[in-house]
């Protein structure tokens, strides 16, 4: 950066006239976008005669070279700016040009590059002898420009998500076709559109300049596309929390940005359920299910019973053969061994329906155990029926608790089962009543009556889910069957004048009674629960003779 005597010659010329001439805006020496540079919006210079603007353009241009050597590039540029305007000489252009160059601004150094190559006379000579040939330096200074301009501008996105495509275009082309986010993108510099998609999100468009040799950091955050969600559960007072946000009871529908989430339904008496679930963007989600209810613990149902039993099958099997003194101390043996098993050797989170299977069984057992003497025996005798009762308490209990640990039955499975074996048993023991049998026929009766009712509710709760609440329901009606068909008994035999006092009768009456109470019962209650086993109307045609006849009927599949 020497003025020399280019400079020298450029002072003594006439500026009015050449300043005029370097303030006319140019398209461009490559086609670039036209830069608006410092020198296009110089100031009036003061009025001063010539010597004295000569002097201060003198003093700029010294402090730019002075600025320059000391690295404060920014500062040279102002100073040679107003060097320039005050006397406008083409070879002060290229050594603006060599500040912006410093200072990494290559658009404008390449704006004042091709200024200074225009401006160049093409009969401009060495101002010294120690100065660059004019022609020659304009050639070196194309060379320049032609490398400056495959500078590219670095471009760096980071997106969120952060898998999202980049394309870079603009009237000339693509630059670059759905380069992968978060990497660093060589473009040419200009002005472009840019694109930026993502599978689920909106695609976000942008308006960028980018510099040559400039690097440049963007950051977009992409916007979900939104769905539908309609969740509906039961209980309809369930509360109901997405990402642990309120959402109401029972029900909701909400637009969310496509994505996960965690869903919570809670409710009073059952069991908290967390769901992962998806939004799909611009889709319709439906979520439906139902809350069960909190399990039902038996142990403590269990443990009582238990005790109970066993201090009174440990009676049973010490006093059948025993003085009352050894039925007493196998009371006592029974009643500690009853509790101490069942408290150590049940978890404590037992199920209702094993332990109600369990409590059952025991009873069932002592039925059988007792049935099973008399028929052998054929007579009704403490001596032996009281082992038999005691030991079956006690095999039927361990029996129940294998079965029922085994096979997980619900609450309402457990019930059904035992209220078959219950009512099997009743009616079998009212039959046999009424027939005024021996020991031995009425065992068989009782024992047939038990087999046939518990395999009947094994087979209901195999097709059937019946609730605990609608098997008590049932039950409650057979007691009022019973209830019912004796008071009719009483009234019939008042209205004829017959004895209450009759076996035989009382039997009759009271089996009708629990008959008609189950029948009601379960037709009353049929619409409680939903059955497995799905019936349908039949309807169908049998050849009869010479001809065919319609047939209606149900069917049922196992």
């Known amino acids: 950066m020497k003025i020399g005597l280019a400079l020298a010659l450029g002072l003594a010329l006439g500026s009015v006239a050449h300043a005029q001439s ?47 050597a ?107 076709n759905r380069e992968k986010s978060g990497r660093e993108l060589d473009v040419p510099g200009g002005t472009y559109e840019m694109k930026i998609e993502a599978p689920g999100f909106h695609t976000h468009t942008q308006q960028i300049t980018a510099d040559i040799g400039q690097p440049y950091t963007y950051f977009v955050p992409l916007e979900r596309i939104k769905g539908r969600l309609h969740v509906r559960v039961v209980p309809v007072d369930a509360k109901l929390y997405l990402d642990k946000k309120p959402m109401g009871q029972g029900a909701f529908d909400a637009e969310l940005p496509g994505g996960h989430y965690q869903l919570l339904a809670e409710a009073p008496d059952h069991v908290q359920v967390t ?19 909190q399990p039902e613990y038996g142990r403590k149902q269990l443990l009582g019973y238990g005790t109970v039993a066993a201090g009174v099958a440990g009676g049973l099997l010490a006093g059948g053969q025993s003085t009352p003194f050894y039925g007493g101390l196998g009371v006592v043996g029974g009643l500690a061994g009853g509790f101490v098993g069942i408290y150590y050797g049940t978890p404590n989170d037992l199920a209702l329906g094993p332990s109600s299977l369990t409590v059952t069984g025991s009873l069932e057992g002592g039925v059988l155990g007792g049935a099973l003497v008399a028929t052998v025996t054929n007579r009704y005798d403490s001596s032996t029926l009281a082992p038999g009762i005691g030991a079956g308490l006690v095999l039927g209990a361990g029996a129940a608790y294998y079965v029922g640990s085994k096979t997980h039955l619900s609450a309402g499975d457990a019930a059904i089962i035992n209220s078959g074996a219950l009512w099997g048993t009743v009616s079998s023991s009212l039959l046999s009543l009424s027939f005024n049998a021996s020991p031995q026929i009425s065992g068989g009766i009782v024992l047939s009556g038990l087999g046939v009712g518990t395999i009947g509710g094994v087979l209901l709760q195999r097709y059937f889910t019946i609730s605990r609440g609608h098997a008590a329901l049932i039950d409650a009606s057979g007691v009022v069957g019973v209830v019912g068909g004796l008071a009719t008994l009483s009234v019939f035999a008042r209205a004829n004048g017959l004895g209450v006092q009759n076996d035989e009768r009382t039997s009759n009456f009271a089996l009708g009674g629990l008959a008609a109470g189950l029948i009601i019962g379960g037709v009353l209650t049929r619409n409680l629960d939903e059955p497995r086993l799905q019936v349908t109307p039949v309807m169908g045609r049998v050849a009869t003779g010479g001809g065919s006849t319609t047939t209606f009927g149900f069917g049922a599949r196992f």
């Open 275 to 293: 769901r992962d679930i998806e939004v799909l963007p611009d889709r319709d989600s439906q979520i439906a299910f139902e809350l069960k209810s």
């Open 70 to 176: 000391q690295g404060d590039y920014s500062g040279a540029a102002d100073e040679l700016v107003a060097a320039y305007c005050i006397f406008p000489y083409y070879t002060i252009l290229k050594d603006i040009g060599e500040t912006y160059q410093r200072q990494l601004e290559y658009a404008k150094a390449l704006a004042y590059f091709e200024r200074y190559v225009r401006e160049v006379p093409a009969d401009a000579k060495r101002g010294a002898a120690c100065d660059p040939d004019p022609q020659i330096d304009k050639a070196n200074v194309l060379a320049r420009i032609s490398v400056l301009a495959k500078l590219p501008a670095r471009i760096r996105v980071d997106t969120d998500p952060a898998e999202a495509f980049i394309t870079i275009s603009n009237a000339a082309g693509v630059a670059k």
């Open 22 to 68: 370097s303030r006319v805006k140019d398209t461009g020496f490559i086609g670039k976008d036209v830069l608006v540079l410092e020198v296009d919006d110089c100031r009036p210079p003061p009025p001063m005669d010539g010597d004295h603007l000569r002097q201060l353009g003198s003093e700029h241009y010294q402090r730019g070279e002075v600025l320059f």
